[in-house]
Every structure is written in C-alpha cells, then in structure tokens.
C-alpha cells in the first residue's frame, strides 16, 4: 500500500496550473498532483483510470463546459472518491457561495492565492489537517 499523496487540481486556466505545480514541486516534492482542464476533462480522467483515486482534489469553481459545482456534484457520485478531500478554489470568496458548496459537501474553500508563499501556506494547512503518514 502506498503512502504517496496524490493530489487533483481541475482549472481551466493554464496559468493557474503552472503557478500551483511551481508551488507543489518546489514545497512539496514527494507529492504526485495531476491536472484536468474542466469537469467534463476530470470526469474522462477518473473514469478511464479506475486506479486514479486522489486524496485531494481542488475544483475551480468557474470553468466552461461543467463549473466547478456541478463538477463536484459528480465527483460526490464516485464511490471510489468518497474519501477524497473535496476543496473548491476561487479567485473570489462568495459566503453564500461557500455555503453553496459546503452543502454539496466540499471540505473547504480556497482563495486562490497570488504569491507563492501564501499559496504554499494554504496547500500546508489542508494538507496537514489530512494527519496522513509523514510524506
């Protein structure tokens, strides 16, 4: 059994991705993350690899095709994800929206941070209330 955390970021903004993979590679190294573009992407990823079962997945909420609530609302479907810490990250911090997604049964939300370092603090917090084996 690996103790290797995997981690599923779904944003459709590239540059988004490249600063969160700066991030995980630089503060988290022995960390596996993969991307998907949107929620119709992700939904194709979990489906064709039935082995792919991230600890964490941060959802955008704004994303064309399927947004990031209803991505979620999808991905609370998959019986092999029901122990996935389910986060939503946005650029913008809604109450009502947090609400929204909290009883869609999102573990947390997350702004998305513009430096590196507040980003790096963020990521640390969610991943240390995990309590999963030193990594």
């Given at each position: 059994?690996?103790t290797s955390l995997?981690?599923?970021?779904i944003?459709d903004?590239g540059?988004?991705q490249?600063?969160?993979?700066m991030?995980m590679e630089?503060?988290?190294p022995?960390?596996?993350?993969?991307?998907?573009?949107d929620?119709?992407?992700?939904?194709?990823?979990?489906n064709r690899?039935?082995?792919?079962?991230p600890?964490?997945i941060?959802?955008d909420?704004?994303?064309?095709r399927?947004?990031?609530m209803e991505?979620?609302?999808?991905l609370k479907?998959?019986p092999r994800?029901?122990?996935?810490h389910?986060?939503?990250y946005?650029?913008s911090i809604?109450?009502?929206m947090?609400k929204?997604?909290?009883?869609?049964?999102?573990?947390?939300f997350?702004?998305?941070?513009?430096?590196?370092?507040?980003?790096?603090q963020?990521?640390?917090?969610?991943?240390?209330?995990?309590?999963?084996p030193s990594?």
């Amino acid at each position: 059994m690996s103790t290797s955390l995997l981690v599923l970021m779904i944003d459709d903004d590239g540059d988004d991705q490249e600063f969160f993979s700066m991030v995980m590679e630089e503060s988290f190294p022995s960390i596996k993350y993969v991307f998907a573009n949107d929620g119709v992407h992700a939904l194709e990823k979990l489906n064709r690899d039935l082995s792919l079962i991230p600890q964490i997945i941060f959802i955008d909420i704004n994303m064309p095709r399927m947004n990031g609530m209803e991505c979620l609302v999808e991905l609370k479907k998959i019986p092999r994800l029901q122990q996935s810490h389910i986060y939503m990250y946005s650029t913008s911090i809604d109450p009502m929206m947090i609400k929204r997604c909290s009883d869609l049964g999102a573990c947390g939300f997350i702004k998305k941070e513009a430096t590196t370092e507040a980003l790096q603090q963020r990521l640390s917090e969610v991943i240390s209330q995990l309590k999963l084996p030193s990594l």
